[in-house]
C-alpha cells in the first residue's frame, strides 16, 4: 500500500438501485454478469428503423402513477425506481428522515434530445404548426429533469443536481455525492447516473455517422470491447442508484455496508471532441490510486470503460497497461460486452455489477472476446467465463467521455 | 358534432390525460378539478388534445369556459358543429 488514505472522512456505499438491460435488480443483474446473459435485443428507432440496442423491462408502474410516467420522462421513470429501490435496499427508515438533509446527484450523457425529437415529429405532423408543441416540454428537458423527478417523487427537499458528464457521468454523480457529504451539504445522497439514450433517433444516428455503431445478426454478439471484430457502440438504456453516507452515519444506523469509496479523480484531454487520450486517463487513474493510497499492485479489479470503438479500446489499453502492465493482482473486466454502452448510467450499473465480488470472490468476464486485438492485448483480461479471486478487496471503475472527460472511482471492500 | 359526442371527445382526453382517475361517475355539473387530480398543465393539456384534434384554437379568456363537463361542451357546441 500507499501512504494512506488522503480523506479524512470515510464515505460508503449502503444501497442499491439499478435497472439495466439484463436485470432490474443488483441480484439479477450480477447473475446475468455470471452466467454470460447479454441484455442487447432488436430495436426499432424513428427514421432509422432496426438497430441493437439494451432495453430495460423494469416495472415502471412500481413507484409512480400511469399519470406520472405520462408527465415525466423515461429517464425520469429510470430513475425514480432505482432512487427507490435503493432507500429500500438500504433499510432507511424514510418516513422519518430529515429530506432536507438529503441531495440527488445523477450523472447523464445527454438530455433533452428524446422530448425535443418526438415535439419536432409531432408537429411534423401538423405542418410544423409550433401551437401544438407540448407545455410540458420545457420542464421535460430542463436538465436537471431526471434528479428533479426523483426529488417530486419522494419528496426531497435538499439539493439535487444531474451532472452531465458524457459517458464519464456514472462515476461522476458518485464523486459529487461524496464530496458533498464531506461538505456535510447533505447526510444522505442518493447518487449514480442514469440515460433514456435508446429513445433519441440521434444518438444511433451520429454513431452511424460516425462509423461507430454496432451490427451484428446475433444481438446478443454484437458488444465486442477488445475483439479485433467489434465494429462499434451498442446503445443501452439503464439507471444505477446507490444511496451514499458518512460511514459514522451507516454505523450508528446499522446499515449494511456494501463498499468504501476510497479514492476518485476526474481530469480533462483537452485536446479531441471524440478521441480519447490515454495519457490523460493514465493520469485520471494515477490520482485515483493516489488519493486512495493505494498501489496498482492493490486493486484486484479493473472495469473498463471500453465501448468497442476500435481507437476508444486501444487507447484505454495503452492506458491500462502503463499502468497495470505488470501487475499480477489485476483482473480486467467490462460489463458493456453484456449489455451495450448505457451511456450516463454506464459508469454507475458498471461499479454496482463488480460489488458483490467482494462477497463471492468471483471476477465476472467480459464476454464476446473471441479474437482480441492485438493492440487491446492485456493480459489481465478476464475472457468469456468468470474468474474466481481469493479476497477481493479493491475494485476500480473507468469511465471516460466524449469531449475529453475522464472519472475514476476506487471502491474497496468495507473493514473497520 | 353532436353535445353527446362532443362529451366523450372531452371524456376520452381526460382519460389519456388522468389515466389513473375513473370517470365513470363524473358529475358534469361539478368542476373537473373538484373529481380529479387536475393541475394547470393538465388543463392545458385538455386545450391542447383539442386544437390537435380539431384544429380550433381556445383563446386564454375563454378557459373559464372549461371548468365543468357541461360548460365545456356548451362552450364547444357551436365550435364544433361542422367538426
Redesign the interface.
Known amino acids: 500500500m500507499a501512504d494512506g488514505n488522503s480523506y479524512t472522512e470515510r464515505i460508503v456505499i449502503t444501497g442499491v438501485g439499478l435497472t439495466s438491460p439484463n436485470g432490474n435488480s443488483l441480484s439479477e443483474f450480477r447473475q446475468n454478469l455470471l452466467s454470460g446473459k447479454s441484455g442487447v435485443v432488436p430495436y426499432q428507432t424513428r427514421y432509422m428503423g432496426d438497430v441493437l440496442a439494451g432495453v430495460c423491462n423494469f416495472d415502471t408502474l412500481k413507484y409512480q402513477k400511469r399519470k406520472d410516467l405520462r408527465r415525466g420522462t423515461r429517464v425520469g421513470s429510470v430513475s425514480v425506481y432505482c432512487a427507490n429501490e435503493a432507500i429500500i435496499d438500504a433499510g432507511l427508515d424514510w418516513p422519518n428522515v430529515e429530506k432536507d438533509r438529503v441531495g440527488v446527484y445523477l450523472g447523464i450523457t445527454e438530455h433533452g434530445n428524446v422530448e425535443t425529437e418526438n415535439e419536432v415529429y409531432e408537429i411534423s405532423q401538423f405542418d410544423y404548426d409550433t401551437s401544438v408543441w407540448t407545455h410540458h416540454h420545457n420542464p421535460r428537458t430542463v436538465a436537471n429533469n431526471a434528479a428533479g423527478e426523483v426529488t417530486i417523487n419522494l419528496g426531497i427537499t435538499g439539493p439535487h443536481l444531474t451532472i452531465g458528464a458524457a459517458c464519464a457521468a456514472g462515476n461522476a454523480g458518485f464523486i459529487q455525492a461524496a464530496q458533498m457529504l464531506r461538505l456535510r451539504e447533505v447526510d444522505i445522497a442518493i447518487a449514480g447516473g442514469v440515460s433514456e439514450s435508446i429513445h433519441t433517433f440521434g444518438i444511433f444516428a451520429s454513431f452511424q455517422s460516425q462509423g461507430a455503431l454496432a451490427r451484428h445478426e446475433d444481438p446478443t454478439k454484437a458488444s465486442r470491447p477488445f475483439d479485433k471484430d467489434r465494429n462499434g457502440i451498442v446503445v443501452a438504456e439503464g439507471g444505477g442508484i446507490c444511496t451514499v453516507e458518512r460511514l459514522d452515519d451507516a454505523l450508528a444506523r446499522g446499515a449494511k455496508i456494501y463498499g468504501e469509496i476510497i479514492g476518485y479523480a476526474m481530469n480533462s484531454d483537452a485536446k479531441d471532441f471524440v478521441l480519447p487520450d490515454s495519457n490523460r486517463q493514465e493520469q485520471c487513474i494515477r490520482l485515483a490510486l493516489k488519493r486512495a493510497g493505494v498501489t496498482p499492485d492493490d486493486i484486484d479489479i479493473v472495469s473498463s470503460h471500453a465501448t468497442a470503438t476500435e481507437q476508444g479500446d486501444i487507447e484505454e489499453s495503452r492506458a491500462l497497461r502503463n499502468v497495470f502492465g505488470d501487475c499480477e493482482n489485476v483482473a480486467i473486466n467490462n460489463t458493456k460486452s453484456f449489455i451495450g454502452h448505457a451511456m450516463g448510467a454506464a459508469g454507475a450499473l458498471e461499479l454496482l455489477g463488480n460489488i458483490p465480488s467482494f462477497e463471492d470472490n468471483t471476477v465476472h468476464a467480459t464476454i464476446n472476446l473471441d479474437n482480441i486485438d492485438p493492440e487491446c492485448a492485456l493480459d489481465q483480461l478476464v475472457v468469456n467465463h468468470p474468474l474466481k479471486k481469493p479476497n477481493i478487496q479493491y475494485i476500480l471503475n473507468n469511465s471516460f467521455g466524449m469531449l475529453g472527460i475522464n472519472s475514476v472511482v476506487i471502491v474497496k471492500k468495507y473493514t473497520e | 358534432m353532436s353535445p353527446a359526442e362532443i362529451r366523450q371527445v372531452i371524456i376520452d382526453i381526460l382519460a389519456k ?4 382517475e375513473d370517470l365513470s361517475n363524473l358529475d358534469d355539473e361539478k368542476p373537473f378539478r373538484e373529481q380529479m ?1 387536475l393541475d394547470s ?1 393538465d388543463f ?2 385538455i386545450v ?1 388534445e383539442l ?2 384534434l380539431y384544429r380550433i ?1 381556445i383563446p386564454e379568456e375563454d378557459y373559464h369556459n372549461l371548468v365543468t363537463m357541461d360548460s365545456t361542451v356548451t362552450y364547444l357546441t357551436p365550435r364544433l358543429k361542422d367538426a
Do not use: G, N, S, V
Not at chain 2, 390525460?17 to 389513473?20: E, H, T
Open positions: 390525460i388522468a389515466p389513473d387530480e398543465m392545458l393539456d391542447m386544437r390537435k384554437q
